[in-house]
């Protein structure tokens, strides 16, 4: 198992982070056996806890947010060089912070697509956590979206979009030829309350079940 130093001003690694680390590499290596082996997965797994590895507020859950983020990009790799094909649309929402809007977007389009399509989210500054306000606003639809973190986009992740949605990100927005991209205008929620995440919100499902139906998936209820 490789090590996991970290240098700059983050504190070590503990040990207890290095088992968790340990124990998340031996799960992938299951999930991932036959189409990568020991080193791409550790140097995902590596590379994913370095980007959340600055932020102290969340320090004692980066073993576990570094395995998902992991896994989320060993898929993407997968269905970029052809490793995995399961015909199922892939659509990555982006915005500023991952805090808010691609949440929202993420959170409805996983509800009514359910397993026929996929869909991932990322930030161009990711933010520490999800904005508390949006998760009521989603929970008074009955969508939880309290689990999710902000996190970066990667290029794997990128790359394996058939859609890239982004919302207000701009320049920084990544961009690749023969991609499809489409904007979305839509309200920063940042600093609202609750009652005034409402509109963003409906406006954010709208836009959704419109793109689903693109897509020609059709919208669980």
Known sequence: MTTYPHSGPHPEITLDQQLALKTAATRLSGDFAGTFNTETIER???????????RA??????????ERFA???????????????DGKPTV?????????RSQMALGF??????????????????????NP???????ERGIDIGGEYPKPWTDEVVRAADVVITMGCGDACPVF????????DVEDPAGKDVAAIR???DEIERRVLGLLDELNVPAQR
């Open 71 to 85: 896994r989320q990009r060993l898929q993407a790799l997968a269905r970029v060089e052809g490793l995995h094909i």
């Open 133 to 139: 306000a949006a998760i009521a606003a989603m929970t």
């Open 92 to 100: 990555l929402f982006l915005c500023v912070h991952n805090a808010g």
């Open 199 to 201: 509109p963003v919100r």
């Open 57 to 66: 507020t969340i320090a004692n859950f980066l073993p576990l947010l570094a």
């Open 44 to 54: 995902f797994l590596h590379s994913s806890y370095d980007q959340f590895a600055g």
């Open 109 to 130: 389009f996983t509800h009514y697509a359910g397993d026929q399509a996929v869909a991932w989210s990322g930030g161009s500054e990711p933010g520490d956590e999800v």
């Open 177 to 184: 030829p023969s991609k499809r991209y489409e904007e979305w």
